[in-house]
């Protein structure tokens, strides 16, 4: 490696923490693996491979409050990127407990 590149290299400046914001579905095809997120009367293409987080087959749900951070495809389009279903996540754990303690109760 020449001194050059090294010295490129040492006065690369770190990426800053990307900022995540929070957005509401708009719409999702499942089928197509696509749709888009609503944030500041702004619409983000997102993809199913930008899901983060959920285990299984990826999708969103129309209305459904998310998170996610914002990036640029090649053609310089806005994209949301690293998309998380936080509180969908939580809501579906919750409802598959509260499943489970009522079939319990239901036992006794």
């Known amino acids: 490696m020449s001194e050059e590149s090294k010295k490129e290299i040492k006065e690369t400046p770190m990426p800053e923490t990307p900022e995540r914001h929070t957005g509401i579905v708009q719409f999702f095809d499942n089928k197509k693996g696509w749709g888009f997120i609503r944030f500041e009367e702004k619409d983000y293409f997102v993809h199913w491979k ?23 495809d090649k053609q310089g389009r806005t994209r949301a990127i690293n ?6 996540e939580m809501l579906y754990k919750r409802s598959r407990r ?10 006794e």
């Open 98 to 107: 509260t499943v489970s303690t009522a079939g319990e109760e239901e036992k």
């Open 50 to 72: 930008d899901i983060i987080g959920t285990a299984g087959f990826k999708t969103l749900l129309e209305n459904e409050e998310i998170t996610f951070e914002i990036d640029y």
């Open 83 to 88: 998309v998380r279903r936080d509180k969908a």
